[in-house]
DNA sequence: TAAATCATGTAAGCAGTTACATGATTTC
DNA sequence: GAAATCATGTAACTGCTTACATGATTTA
């Protein structure tokens, strides 16, 4: 059971989606790609923390909407209180050129930084969307940690937050630069 | 040529180091185990983009102390110039956790919380520290693109500025807890 | 006296990426 | 008419982690 198998427990936890789904979905928090996804899915329904539901399609494979099952809650919840999380891996191609960002003329360092601006702001435009989605359901509150979003919730709050931070501190690089 | 390859030499271009050191001061931005550093090196030096001078000690193991060359400064040069930077990949078992915490009792959720609080204030402490030496140093300014530190000294700021941000998060996050 | 630090290296295995494979439907 | 989206899977390869290997010096 590595990591990946508890991020994939973790969402499914909240409802059930296929595997297609769970790729885009965990891009946020947990990335993944799909021939990575899929086999594990198929090794976890094997040792019954997954179901699936086969929906039958014409002209595309047929879709398998996996739940979690009790034993794969169970599992989760103890990995969740029980075991300490690693300590977290960032690898950004971004900042290995920060890093010798001075072999670069001003006006490409300048290219640099507002090339990663654009991408916080795609990045951003897309979080404030899901909130405001989340947000817009105000049948029982967000904030309440016996809610199915919650996790969810503040896990977007976090990020956008960071986003946020970031590109102040990207229009503070800018105005160093000559 | 890997991102890994490219960070080491993002380092020695700023001053000649050893595998050893290399190792610990790449923590900040760039994760590898010495295992995967010590081979690396060895390539990247039979590639001409570094070279090493060996120091003889007495009961430890020679000391490699290794510096880029003018190929190798050329190769990273045209790296960050011409070459998109990959988007970044992060993978944190807290998140992962925290998109399922509604699992965990409050006070359990408040454990995980005030974990990753501690875990921040290190990380903060040694982040401060850093910054406090770069700073004393005020024989040329750290604010302009041609000063060496220039790049290194923006990202500790990005990085403080970052921990902090999180930091204000979390403790959002547990005053919503019951 | 036990643990941490200094210092480098290899081997085995697991995790993750890229490429191959298929093909209808929808959007630009 | 091309590109993106939906939808799943396997094979080959590269990247990364864990374990093995050694051993003196320094710190708690």
Redesign the pocket.
Not at 18 to 21: L, P
């Given at each position: 059971m590595?990591?990946?198998s508890y991020a994939l427990l973790s969402m499914l936890n909240r409802k059930p989606f296929?595997?297609?789904?769970l790729k885009?979905l965990m891009e946020l928090f947990w990335?993944?790609?799909?021939?990575?996804i899929?086999?594990l899915?198929?090794k976890l329904e094997k040792d019954e923390l997954l179901t699936f539901e086969l929906i039958s399609?014409?002209?595309?494979?047929?879709?398998?909407i996996y739940s979690i099952t009790d034993k794969g809650v169970a599992a989760l919840k103890k990995w969740i209180v029980d075991e300490p999380a690693a300590i977290p891996?960032m690898?950004d191609e971004f900042l290995v050129k920060l890093y010798a960002i001075g072999l670069a003329d001003p006006e490409t360092a300048r290219r640099i930084f507002e090339e990663r601006l654009i991408a916080k702001k795609v990045t951003i435009a897309r979080l404030q969307k899901e909130i405001n989605l989340m947000e817009a359901q105000k049948d029982d509150s967000l904030t309440d940690i016996t809610n199915k979003q919650f996790g969810r919730y503040l896990l977007y709050k976090r990020k956008l937050r960071l986003e946020e931070e970031e590109i102040e501190w990207v229009h503070w690089a800018i105005s160093l630069l000559p």
């Open positions: 590595n990591a990946l296929s595997g297609y789904d885009k990335q993944a790609k799909h021939s990575q899929y086999p899915l198929t399609q014409s002209g595309k494979p047929d879709k398998k891996v690898r």
